[in-house]
């Protein structure tokens, strides 16, 4: 089963309706309710972006990102996601020049399980990955950013700076990673 944790992003109903028509079991619940004594009970995350700097947000999500890898589970975090996550395992973010908005070709620079070739992508982001722990690698960049689609070494963690549930190459990155 699924966790969709809403960590208040505009386009996490996007997300829900994307899994809804698809048809995949998963409870999607907001930051502030999630229990965390529950989470064993499922097997794959996601973390949706967010709209503001919260410690609690932050608190909870990196919590979900260390029983994820202490218990060999899955997750994809998404914008915000992929932050916290680079953050949890060691590495930094920084604040973007400007916000980086709109359309945007993802070059995937490393073979994965989830996506190939380029992808054309939604980006909504006033902050990015600015370094990589030790625990994650690069998969794919673009002209705006460093650090589009992240993974950890060794299980089956991603996280992307972009919004995947906005673009149908997004989407199937999506289904691809609820298939492994």
Not at 27 to 35: A, G, L, R
Not at 66 to 87: D, R, T
């Amino acid at each position: 089963m699924l966790l969709v944790v809403d960590n208040g992003s505009i386009y996490t109903k996007n997300l829900v309706n994307f899994l809804s028509e698809k048809k995949i079991k998963f409870i999607s619940q907001k930051f502030d309710e999630v229990n965390l004594s529950d989470i064993q009970q499922f097997n794959s995350f996601i973390l949706s972006g967010r709209k503001k700097n919260d410690r609690k947000i932050n608190a909870l999500n990196s919590k979900i990102i260390k029983h994820v890898i202490s218990e060999e589970k899955s997750l994809l975090g998404i914008c915000y996601g992929a932050e916290i996550l680079a953050i949890t395992l060691g590495g930094t973010i920084k604040k973007s020049d400007e916000h980086v908005g709109g359309q945007e070709t993802v070059v995937i620079e490393k073979e994965n399980e989830i996506c190939r070739g380029e992808i054309d992508v939604t980006e909504s982001h006033n902050y990015e990955i600015s370094q990589l722990g030790s625990q994650l690698h690069s998969l794919a960049s673009s002209k705006s950013c460093k650090y589009e689609i992240v993974k950890h070494n060794n299980l089956n963690i991603f996280g992307t700076q972009f919004h995947p549930e906005m673009s149908s190459d997004g989407q199937s990155m999506i289904q691809s990673f609820l298939s492994i």
